[in-house]
């Protein structure tokens, strides 16, 4: 970026946006409101967003996106092992 003409920079209006961590009950409402539209009703388990939520808390940058990979991973090892449910268990299992 820095090599880019001064032309091209102001076009661009480049400004550094920094997001802070999320804590453990975003992480919950982010996954929560995710659920619905990519597992069926009733199958991720109670418990299963609060310990993903809680494992990317508690890593280094508590990403989002590392909540929403503990997620799929756990509904991934669900599928695998021909578990009707996603448990907290297969998030363990990453």
């Known amino acids: 970026m820095n090599s880019l003409d001064p032309r091209v920079d102001s076009s661009m209006q480049r ?7 999320y804590n453990k009950v975003q992480l919950i409402d982010i996954l929560n409101s995710g659920v619905p539209l ?28 590392r909540a929403i990979f503990l997620l799929q991973t756990a509904g991934n ?5 021909k578990c009707e449910n996603v448990q907290p268990g297969h998030v363990m299992m990453e």
């Open 77 to 81: 090892i669900a599928i695998k092992t």
């Open 38 to 65: 990519v597992f069926y009703p009733d199958v991720v388990f109670k418990g299963t967003v609060e310990l993903c939520a809680e494992e990317s808390a508690r890593a280094e940058g508590k990403n989002a996106r």
């Open 15 to 21: 400004e550094t946006i920094i997001f802070s961590p």
